[in-house]
């Protein structure tokens, strides 16, 4: 069953469950760093989890809640189910509802990072948009070693483009594309990225809750995939030195209630309209309270530096993509802009709910950006961007998390229980980075003193 927008009926979803002889359900949901959680129930037991939710301990999840107000319950939405086709040939074939969180006191749970989503979302309908995002999803594949663990190795010496004669990657990358054809996703392309054992998969642009259920599902598929064939896939932003890291540059529009592309005007320059410039706008000037969303891990920040096409600067251009924002050559209804910082460990509904709330703020405040930046920033020097007015992006999680907690945008859009508990999370995860003896100090320092 593909994910659709329409309305889908219980008795529908069991009718399916029944003839497709499904084993088992997962009802899934994310904790607030955007880690898939699920709990597995028999599928004879599908009704009452539609009826009633399943309960969860929320005080073991990170981010939710405290022991005493741990009872929660996972609500499943009824045109989110999907049966994984890669467990069809199983004894244990499973399908997956995604879910909404609601507390001990039977409202929606503030802590629960879909229903961030949800309001904004809610808030860009009221002011007459949808809002459509296409993330480009990039990866790495390494070997396994005797264990199963991960070894620091790629699975190839691969580039751009390489064609590779039915290799694992090859392969795990054309299941990918198959299975979750099957399952409605549309992947428009796949191919091999810049670095070694690295890859890329572009999901098709829809809605932006959609596409962040949508992640999740990938995310959890393109592991179990990739250890079908004796890989693991990492979604860590920089995994080796002196390659490039792996983004996930995010393209967005807004779409009006009569279907039209809020973004294009024929008649504005570079064919932009006013509310696109806008969003641009603000967009910018809430980029660095909103970095440690959109790179949310210390190694994070090991990807944002010159010379590996990552943008480290607060630009927008149309063709230079050295520039944080660029706006891809289509018009009309392929109007968007593509947001250039973001990777694929943040976590996808907060990452588009920040996105969303930056864009829409700039609207609401007519917040005009300066002009583009056609050249490339990387080879300016300091002097240079300071005359042209470029600031840069963090370089580091603390920095960012520093920004982000003076932020008012991102405390309204977050909500006071994510907030909080996202700030506490990573400055202790901070802590422990700027604690840690690494490999390199004793390697740098031992010998010398």
């Excluded at 909404?100 to 229903?115: E, K, L, S, T, V």
Aim: with cysteine; net charge negative; hydrophobic share 35%.
């Amino acid at each position: 069953m593909s994910p659709t927008n329409e309305l889908v009926t219980k008795e529908e979803i069991l009718q399916i469950i029944e003839h497709e002889k499904v084993k088992f359900i997962e009802m899934q949901f994310c904790d607030i760093l955007g880690v898939i959680k699920t709990v597995s129930i028999p599928a004879t037991l599908a009704e009452k989890a539609i009826n009633d939710g399943v309960y969860i301990d929320g005080s073991s999840i990170m981010g939710y809640t405290t022991i005493d107000e741990s009872d929660m319950r996972t609500v499943p939405i009824l045109n989110s189910f999907q049966i994984y086709p890669w467990t069809s040939d199983t004894p244990y074939k499973t399908a997956r509802f995604m879910c909404q969180i609601y507390d001990h006191q039977g409202g929606r749970f503030a802590g629960d990072p879909r229903y961030v989503l949800e309001r904004m979302i809610d808030k860009a309908s009221r002011m007459g948009y949808s809002y459509n995002v296409g993330p480009e999803f990039e990866f790495f594949l390494f070997k396994l070693d005797g264990n199963n663990g991960p070894l620091l190795m790629p699975n190839d010496h691969f580039g751009y483009f390489d064609l590779i004669p039915q290799d694992d990657g090859d392969i795990v990358r054309k299941e990918i594309m198959m299975y979750f054809d099957e399952m409605g996703y549309n992947v428009e392309a796949a191919h091999h990225e810049v670095a070694d054992g690295q890859h890329e998969v572009d999901m098709r642009y829809t809605d932006a809750l959609t596409v962040a259920d949508r992640m999740l599902t990938l995310k959890y598929g393109i592991k179990t995939i990739a250890k079908r064939h004796g890989l693991h896939a990492t979604f860590m932003a920089k995994p080796l030195y002196g390659q490039n890291g792996s983004g996930m540059h995010i393209h967005q529009s807004l779409i009006d209630k009569e279907g039209n592309n809020v973004f294009y005007d024929p008649d504005g320059k570079y064919q932009l309209s006013k509310e696109c410039c806008y969003y641009i706008g603000g967009t910018l000037k809430y980029i660095r309270e909103m970095t440690s969303v959109l790179n949310p891990t210390v190694n994070s920040y090991k990807r944002l530096v010159p010379g590996y096409e990552a943008p480290c600067y607060v630009a927008w251009a149309n063709r230079n993509r050295s520039a944080l924002i660029r706006v891809p050559a289509a018009r009309k209804m392929g109007t968007r802009i593509e947001l250039r910082n973001p990777d694929p460990t943040g976590n996808p509904y907060l990452m588009f709910a920040v996105m969303l709330a930056a864009g829409l703020k700039g609207i609401e405040d007519r917040e005009v950006p300066p002009a583009p930046i056609e050249k490339n920033i990387f080879t300016m020097n300091g002097e240079q961007r300071l005359s042209e007015g470029i600031e840069s992006l963090p370089d580091n999680l603390s920095y960012a998390i520093s920004l982000t907690a003076e932020s008012e945008l991102m405390r309204d859009v977050l909500g006071d229980h994510i907030f909080e508990n996202y700030i506490h999370i990573k400055n202790e995860e901070w802590d422990q980075y700027r604690t840690f003896i690494t490999d390199w100090e004793i390697r740098r320092y031992m010998h010398i003193y």
